[in-house]
């Protein structure tokens, strides 16, 4: 609800409460109300009149700051992965930072993000923060259609468990076993695309809501991002490592071209002066090729 219809609310309600009863009143207790009892009766009916109303508009106020305190979640988390991306060098770096922050504003116990593996397929663990570290490493690759972080990357769509050791899905035992109940895992998008899966899990089911997935999927779409990018710039170092190769076997081809040339010359000179008899100017020029050589 918006301010504005609020600001409605609290002039109609007590108006239609008060023109209700006064018309209940008139008609039913007209009487009745000029006695003692009636007194009593009023003070009661407006009391709990009056008590309805306030709960019915704290409610609205506690929903719409919750609203608030979601959305200003949301924009810190948003605002500290963009620090960690531009901050990270590597991409693994800026996923740990990335994970960081989501368990920050979660407040889960621990967290991942699987990136997919164009040659294989497969998703890939590539960073996890938090507690149980060697737990999420029972299973580290996933194909597309194993486990929840299978089922998110193929589906494209987040999932949520509140009784993880019930859910046959998740299919890493040692988690359970650790004390974990509650999961989510959203996708991680890049132009329209799957590009990985982040998850978060907690100890305490009531850390990981319905509102949970909303939130991290906000943030999953910039870590998709980030993932794309960072492929991106790894085929441009690729390319340039391999034009640089390119361009110093150029160099050592025109070099080792010219080197060739040079002593074809030089064997030919050195044959027109044997043939000619001079010794001498033949074997300087031995010489200096001896020094070339070296």
Known sequence: MTLARLRWLTVVAPALFIT??????HILFDEVLHLWAGSILVLLVISAGSLVFSRIIFGVIEGMQ???VRRNQELSARNALGEAVSKALHLDDALGLALEAVLEITRAEAGEILVHEEESGELVMR?????AAEAFR???RFKPETGLP?????????VLVQDLPGDPRFLRKKVTLYGFRAFAGVPLRSKNQVVGVMNIASLDPRRITNESP????????QIGVAIENARLMEQMRHLAVLEERDRIGREIHDSFAQTLGYLSMQSRAIEIMLT???????KAELGQLTGLRR
Do not use: M, Q, S, W
């Open 127 to 131: 960073a996890h923060r938090g507690v």
């Open 150 to 158: 299978g089922l998110v990357a193929r589906t494209g769509e987040p």
């Open 138 to 140: 029972e299973i580290t």
């Open 214 to 221: 909303d939130l991290l999927a906000a943030i999953g779409n």
């Open 276 to 282: 000619k008899g001079k010794y001498d100017e033949a």
């Open 66 to 68: 919750d609203e608030i």
């Open 20 to 25: 209700v009863f006064e018309t209940v009143r």
